[in-house]
T-cell receptor
Framework: QKEVEQNSGPLSVPEGAIASLNCTYSDRGSQSFFWYRQYSGKSPELIMS????GDKEDGRFTAQLNKASQYVSLLIRDSQPSDSATYLC???????????FGKGNQVVVIP | EAQVTQNPRYLITVTGKKLTVTCSQN?????MSWYRQDPGLGLRQIYYSMNVEVTDKGDVPEGYKVSRKEKRNFPLILESPSPNQTSLYFC????????????FGQGTRLTVV
């Protein structure tokens, strides 16, 4: 049974700090990894994608992938109140075409 | 403007009354899918389509049907809605086979009473 786990509860960070989110997945055949941001009542929007081991940086966001340990993480540097949202980890698996999502982590940036 | 359009945005219906939620994308994407989002359960895939006339079940397909007669459209059909199908529904499309970066519609909030 494929699973994408985001176990952390709501994360509160002061403005300007680093927010760190983690995601683990169960299927070693996973191919593509994504982080989506979802504001309350809105649709998810893609903020990062990563396909190979290592780090990928895009502005204040850094995604980290470790396939051996089966985790993917997201760092948000210099957190802003506008970063307050739920962050969804998503994984695409080899052998099928299904995109599986974690349940999400809520981030609250405190001014 | 590139977008995924769902209609309606809000719908209240009664148990057993057939309904269709439409989804259309203007990006010529091959891959389209439907998700439902429920508190504590996250986003769960209902059905997906790799291309015209090619559809397959996702994680929670029971009680739903889909069709893909045209590349741009991917309607979700509830033949006999039940209260446990009350949820927030999202349609999504992706540009290519490898990336699967999904672009989401605005969502449809469905209430079945």
């Amino acid at each position: 049974q494929k699973e994408v786990e985001q176990n952390s509860g709501p994360l509160s960070v002061p403005e300007g700090a680093i927010a760190s989110l983690n995601c683990t997945y169960s299927d070693r055949g996973s191919q593509s990894f994504f982080w989506y941001r979802q504001y309350s009542g809105k649709s998810p929007e893609l903020i990062m994608s990563i396909y190979s081991n290592g780090d990928k940086e895009d502005g204040r966001f850094t995604a980290q992938l470790n396939k051996a340990s089966q985790y993917v993480s997201l760092l948000i540097r210099d957190s802003q109140p506008s970063d307050s949202a739920t962050y969804l980890c998503a994984v695409m698996y080899y052998g099928n075409n299904r995109l599986a999502f974690g349940k999400g982590n809520q981030v609250v940036v405190i001014p | 403007e590139a977008q995924v359009t769902q209609n309606p945005r809000y719908l209240i219906t009664v148990t057993g009354k057939k309904l269709t939620v439409t989804c259309s994308q203007n990006m010529n994407h091959e891959y389209m899918s439907w998700y439902r989002q429920d508190p504590g359960l996250g986003l769960r895939q209902i059905y997906y389509s790799m291309n015209v006339e090619v559809t397959d079940k996702g994680d929670v397909p029971e009680g739903y049907k889909v069709s893909r007669k045209e590349k741009r459209n991917f309607p979700l059909i509830l033949e006999s809605p039940s209260p446990n199908q009350t949820s927030l529904y999202f349609c999504a499309s992706s540009q290519d086979r490898d990336s699967r970066e999904a672009f989401f519609g605005q969502g449809t909030r469905l209430t079945v009473v």
